[in-house]
């Protein structure tokens, strides 16, 4: 299990170094930070100052290599259009971002786990049926519309929820549910695919000829083997809804990481988006790191040897 | 225990089993005909649009659709802000998304297919690379970087299909790189390398068709991937640019009237809902009729 | 507590299929007394596997199951409810598999799935069930027994695994174990040590044992009494000696010429083969099921059903409707 642990471990740490070198390499090329610092109206002389200061004219791997040590000790360059330091920054909306994503996910998964579960107990039965044209109609459906017919009905047609702002946990219902249901769908089938499986193996047969209770039998039994890849689908799609809370958040006027990603985006806050994307990027192997030491502690044909 | 008479023998042969499977399968049914339908008018658009999608009559801004009491059968599914046709906008929408989600797929198609057959057939440090250039991709936020991008070059048609090329082609690679592994182990592939087959040969003669199927199947779903992220992309402003007609860009130009002209955002974003509900359908479907053993 | 530890009778399965119903099992009646092994043997899919699990009420839930008798140690448990059943399964009746290797949930430790069987059917602590279930892992022959309970599934060999489930089933002292092909799946000298094991334990605790096999060498080593099982009808029953040495029913006849017996098939004889295939069962069949692979068939073997006789009334039934005379003048043995 150590072995396997920093083994994954190394991994993880390349995957980090490629995706920041990608990310800082990409807006770099793209574009002429010197330019995006100094604003428009800047003369040339102005960008070539900027560009001598801040030594844009170094070869891109010294640059790179310069902020990756910058950024190891926790330094992510200032934003242009805050002027205050990028992590900081980043610290202060992530935690918007966090409780919106944890509570996505729970949201997630209370929906999708039962519903997978009892379609997999009755195949082919009515709630087999409603639970895949659920996710069906889940996974057509897109976020953004989603989020402005929620609005629409539940926040003016009844009046039932606040529109925009995050200041209650009231505010948090609709982003809640726009978030979570894209990722309902695949846990769902996840779960009742394992379900499945593991309902006919011959273990569970034995479960069954030993008398043991239904209740056993299914609880006991199957859940706990068929969770395990239902484990990394959630910590992947957990990873995903980072992605997704860009669209979120900004719709519903929620000041988190993902608002801040768009903003900084349509104002070509360079260092902030740079440092964005490597947090958001981090966050998911992080995740599916600890993602992948779970999935195999559960398995203990993996744990142990 | 054998059933074999000669009646079963006549209905087994593989087209006509082929076409019962398809028939039989409602989802496919569905799917193809909204699918169908979708393209035909969106290659119909100039002969069937009533307007032209872009002629703003600033005189008729925000006229309802027809259902309601100040609608006309001169604009069927109203105007929008600027007095342009609803519905020919719908129908040149459909071009735009299903453009966008056929380019974008083609792209991302030729990138992972080509990523994943190496990495399957020839195993080692090949597989090694294409499997960490997998997770290195799959570690990126698409929506940030798609975003960024768009930012930085520009939003246009070309561009977001370029960019959604470039960035969608996970699932291609990891599929094809397991059914290529799949296949390969297979002996009748051992049989052909004994007898000195070139690669390039085995590749095309027994990997190939073995794992278009599967092929097939992804490629339905990133197609619908791709139109819901270019209409998520518009709907941010850093997508497909007005005054085209994107049904993203639609919703989030009518996003501000919807209190009080809802069709505004309904009509465009039923449409997505509808399309991509197809696509899924016809991939599902695609899926139950090639590899039944696959479904759950 | 009766000696007669089961007793079925006219058991049947149906499981409907696209094309019909599949009548897998028909008109099986068994019984089984205390001390007593019964193998039943047949080839794939003659249905003994269904009639072992009808007998537990474990089929799959399309096959449907009718039973006229089903009586486990003089009690009838025909109407029995699930709940009921999970009482008896496990507790007075008993199954092992055939395959050891994915029988036991790899999930939790050898001990936790033998404690909780013991916890479900007994009011023990959990340390006393602990103890119970290692002193069963002895009685099995597994040395360092208090170490495997703590151990993984995946941590022991096939044979071992089996032993384990020997050792689970025996837990709460069945009246009846039901082992569907237990060796099949293990290695030539491990299925020797795991039968005598079986043997040994049965006599021990008094039990009844139904033995499910393809394996007549099997049959031959642990069986008190046979019932041979073709196309989901039993075609001969008897002892064991009854059935090796005088086999009546032209299949078993048939079963008998396949295997070699040592001392007694000279060199250089071909070994024998019945010809043809086992027929479909799916929707109505009337007659001998036999017939098209059989050498004595006639016309009047398909027209109806053919029932068990025993004319002799030695306890040894078949089901043909040709005289004991005719069968041994036909040549078939």
Wanted: glycine share 8%; hydrophobic share 50%; with cysteine.
């Amino acid at each position: 299990m150590l072995y396997y642990t920093l083994k994954r471990l190394g991994l993880a740490g390349l995957v980090a170094l490629t995706v920041s070198f990608i990310s800082f390499g990409l807006l770099y090329i793209s574009s002429d930070p010197a330019i995006a610092m100094a604003g428009e109206t800047a003369s040339d002389a102005d960008i070539e100052a900027i560009r001598q200061l801040y030594g844009f004219d170094r070869p891109i791997l010294v640059q790179y290599f310069d902020w990756l040590q910058r950024a190891m000790s926790g330094d992510l360059g200032k934003s242009y259009y805050f002027r205050t330091d990028v992590s900081a920054l980043i610290a202060e909306r992530l935690s918007t971002t966090m409780t919106l994503g944890v509570s996505a996910i729970t949201f997630a998964i209370v929906l999708s786990v039962p519903l997978g579960v009892a379609a997999a107990i009755r195949p082919n039965s009515v709630i087999d049926r409603i639970a895949l044209f659920l996710s069906v109609m889940g996974q057509a459906l897109p976020s953004f519309w989603f989020a402005l017919m929620l609005i629409v009905f539940l926040s003016v047609t009844f009046r039932l929820l606040p529109t925009s702002g995050s200041d209650t946990w009231q505010h948090f219902i609709m982003p809640t549910i726009v978030l979570g249901y894209y990722a309902a769908p695949a846990i769902m089938r996840l779960t009742r695919t394992g379900m499945l499986e593991v309902l006919s193996t011959d273990y569970i047969r034995t479960a069954r000829a030993k008398g043991l209770r239904p209740r056993v039998v299914l609880f006991k039994h199957a859940l706990r083997n068929a969770v395990i890849p239902v484990v990394s689908l959630t910590a992947v799609q957990f990873g995903f809804m980072l992605g997704g809370s860009i669209v979120v958040e900004t719709i519903f006027a929620l000041h988190g990481a993902g608002f801040l990603a768009w903003e900084s985006i349509t104002r070509n806050d360079l260092p902030t988006v740079q440092g964005l994307i490597l947090v958001f990027s981090l966050f998911y192997i992080v995740l599916t790191f600890f993602a992948d030491l779970l999935n195999a502690w559960l398995d203990p044909r993996i744990r142990i040897n | 225990m054998s059933e074999i008479n000669s009646k079963t023998l006549e209905s087994q042969t593989k087209s006509s089993v082929f076409r019962r499977r398809v028939f039989g399968h409602q989802g496919v049914m569905i799917g193809a005909a909204i699918v169908l339908a979708a393209v035909l008018i969106a290659l119909s658009a100039p002969l069937i649009a009533p307007h032209d999608p872009y002629y703003q009559d600033l005189l008729n801004r925000l006229v309802p659709p027809v259902w309601d009491s100040r609608g006309s059968w001169e604009h069927i599914l109203g105007t929008d802000h600027l007095g342009r046709d609803y519905l020919s906008r719908l129908i040149y929408g459909a071009r735009i998304s299903l453009l966008i989600g056929v380019g974008a797929a083609l792209i991302s198609g030729l990138i992972g297919t080509v990523l994943g057959v190496a990495a399957g057939y020839f195993g080692g440090r090949v597989d090694m690379i294409v499997t960490f250039m997998i997770t290195v991709r799959l570690s990126m936020p698409v929506v940030l970087v798609a975003l960024a991008v768009v930012a930085i070059v520009g939003g246009s048609l070309q561009v977001v299909i370029m960019v959604l090329g470039f960035l969608l082609w996970d699932r291609f690679a990891v599929v094809m790189r397991s059914s290529t592994l799949q296949i390969r182990s297979m002996d009748y592939v051992a049989a052909a390398q004994a007898v000195g087959c070139s690669t390039t040969r085995i590749l095309t003669t027994e990997i190939m068709p073995n794992v278009v199927n599967n092929l097939i199947v992804i490629a339905t779903l990133e197609i619908a991937h791709a139109i819901i992220l270019e209409a998520a992309l518009s709907f941010l402003g850093l997508g497909v640019q007005p005054p085209l007609p994107s049904w993203g860009l639609m919703v989030s130009e009518g996003k501000d009237m919807m209190l009080f002209e809802p069709w505004l955002i309904t009509i465009p974003g039923v449409a997505l809902f509808l399309l991509v509900l197809a696509i899924n359908l016809l991939g599902d479907g695609a899926r139950d009729i090639t590899a039944p053993e696959n479904r759950n | 507590m009766s000696d007669r530890v089961l007793h079925v009778e006219n058991l049947t399965v149906d499981i409907p299929l696209a094309t019909g119903i599949l009548h897998a099992v028909d008109g099986v009646s068994l019984h089984v007394d205390r001390g007593e092994t019964l193998c039943i043997v047949g080839e794939s899919g003659c249905g003994k596997s269904l009639t072992s699990l009808a007998l537990m009420d474990l089929l799959p839930t399309k096959a449907t199951r009718k039973i006229e008798k089903l009586e486990l140690g003089g009690e009838s448990i025909l109407g029995y409810s699930e709940r009921e059943m999970s009482d008896v399964r496990g507790n007075k009746m008993g199954m092992i598999f055939q395959e050891p290797m994915t029988s036991l949930n790899p999930a939790f430790t050898i001990g936790n799935q033998m404690i909780e069987t013991l916890r479900r059917h007994r009011n023990l602590s959990n340390d006393a069930a602990r103890d119970l279930a290692k002193r069963m892992l002895e009685k099995v022959g597994i040395t360092a027994a208090g170490q495997r309970l703590g151990q993984y599934p995946h941590q022991l060999s096939g044979g071992l695994r089996q032993r384990v489930m020997i050792a689970m089933t025996l837990l709460c002292e069945p009246e009846l174990i039901i082992a569907d092909e237990p060796t099949t799946a293990l290695d030539v000298t491990i299925q020797a040590q795991i039968l005598l094991l079986l043997k040994e334990l049965q006599s021990e605790f008094d039990m009844g044992l139904v033995l499910i096999t393809h394996d007549l060498g099997v049959v031959a080593r642990i069986a008190t009494r046979v019932a041979v099982m073709y196309a989901g009808q039993i075609v001969e029953e008897g002892t064991a000696k009854q059935i090796f040495e005088n086999p009546l029913h032209p299949y078993t006849r048939g079963l008998m010429r396949c295997i070699p017996v040592p001392g007694k098939t000279k060199r250089g004889t071909p070994l024998g083969s019945i010809p043809g295939m086992v027929p479909s069962l799916i929707g109505d069949f009337t007659g001998c099921r036999f017939a098209d692979r059989c050498e004595l068939a006639g016309d009047v073997c398909r027209q109806s059903d053919v029932p068990l006789r025993d004319p002799n009334g030695k306890l040894q039934a078949y089901r043909c409707i040709h005289s004991i005379e005719m069968l041994a003048k036909g040549g078939v043995a």
